[in-house]
């Protein structure tokens, strides 16, 4: 059973960044995708990126590219959220995920391990 652990969410004006972490208990290095979502109050959970385990391919959505990159730290279980050039409108909780899926999964369901959610407020 994988567990993950988000931490890094916050409050932070227009135009700023914050980085949000998942730590993985378990993972398949040669298989697994991690993935990050996020929901705001009332709407369903959107998919905002998604990355192969070892690195080598990631998927975005349009309105975070450019703004957003998903990495991975080489030595431990533990994936980033890097996210600049932050808007009102990116502001909700936030989740990381973790499949054995592609990268191309965009839809919650198919992804099986998820963390608790962490809270992104982005003010004007």
């Not at 227009?14 to 995708?33: H, M």
């Not at 965009?106 to 608790?116: F, I, K, N, V």
Request: glycine share 12%.
């Amino acid at each position: 059973q994988v567990q993950l652990q988000e931490s890094g969410g916050g409050s932070v004006q227009a135009g700023g960044s914050l980085s949000l972490s998942c730590a993985s208990s378990i993972a398949t290095f040669t298989t697994d995708v991690v993935g990050w979502f996020r929901q705001a109050p009332g709407t369903e959970r959107q998919f905002v990126g998604s990355m192969s385990w070892s690195g080598t391919s990631t998927n975005y959505v349009d309105f975070v590219k450019g703004r957003f990159t998903i990495s991975r730290d080489g030595t431990k279980k533990t994936f980033w959220l890097h996210m600049d050039n932050l808007k009102p409108e990116d502001t909700g909780v936030y989740f990381c995920a973790q499949g054995a899926g592609t990268i191309w999964y965009s839809q919650p369901e198919r992804w099986p391990y998820w963390g608790q959610g962490t809270q992104v407020t982005v003010s004007s």
